[in-house]
């Protein structure tokens, strides 16, 4: 499958049950071996397709994407994400926050995941906690994940609490500094299909 471009729009797409879940356009900020690396725009669509099981963030409030965007960092084969986030009219660094999601596996198009709930946070101070446990649980219960696969996404989290716990990172702390291209404005979202923006 080719790399993409820096700059280039490409869709983060999550599949359940080999059916689209949800589409989200990205811009792409690196594409190398060891990393992929993706930038969802202030006031970016985010679209759900009729789905068996609704999607968490269906609802009037999350159509779009709020605040100063976040910056989505991927290395080939992990299951999860390190997010960046940044509050304030200064744009000051908030926090990293690492989303617990299938590997990535590249389309055409972009990239298809699937979020799993779990997630942590990890604050500029080095302080960590745990996410949405019960949001996690109760997708376990309603059939979102087969038994095998929660049990994965449990195990993946007790790594992630030993490498947070540890203090030793994989990732630049330097992408904290980053900053989007100013001609970055809302090109992404015309870019889905039609029938789903």
């Known amino acids: 499958m080719r790399s993409f471009a820096p700059g280039e ?3 983060r797409r999550e599949v359940l049950h080999g059916e689209v879940w949800s589409e989200m356009p990205t811009r792409v ?5 060891g990393l992929l690396a993706v930038f969802v725009e202030p006031g970016t669509r985010l679209t759900y397709p009729a789905h068996h099981h609704p999607h968490p963030w269906d609802t009037p409030g999350r159509g779009f994407w709020r605040g100063h965007g976040k910056l989505m960092l991927h290395r080939p084969g992990d299951a999860y994400s390190v997010d960046l986030f940044w509050r304030g009219d200064d744009r000051v660094f908030a926090n990293y926050y690492l989303n617990l999601q299938a590997p990535y596996r590249r389309v055409e198009d972009g990239f298809e995941t699937l979020d799993h709930a779990l997630d942590y946070t990890l604050a ?4 960590w906690e745990q996410r949405d446990l019960d ?4 997708q376990v219960a309603a059939g979102k994940y087969s038994a095998a696969e929660a049990e994965a996404i449990r195990a993946q989290g007790v790594t992630i609490e030993k490498m947070l716990a540890s ?3 994989w990732w630049d702390t330097t992408w904290a500094d980053w900053q ?3 001609d970055w404005h809302l090109l992404a979202d015309s870019l889905l299909p039609a029938d789903r923006r």
């Open 9 to 11: 729009v490409v869709v």
């Open 124 to 127: 500029p101070d080095g302080t």
């Open 135 to 138: 949001e996690f649980e109760e």
């Open 167 to 169: 203090g030793e990172i």
């Open 180 to 182: 989007p291209p100013a």
């Open 29 to 33: 900020v690196v594409d190398e071996p």
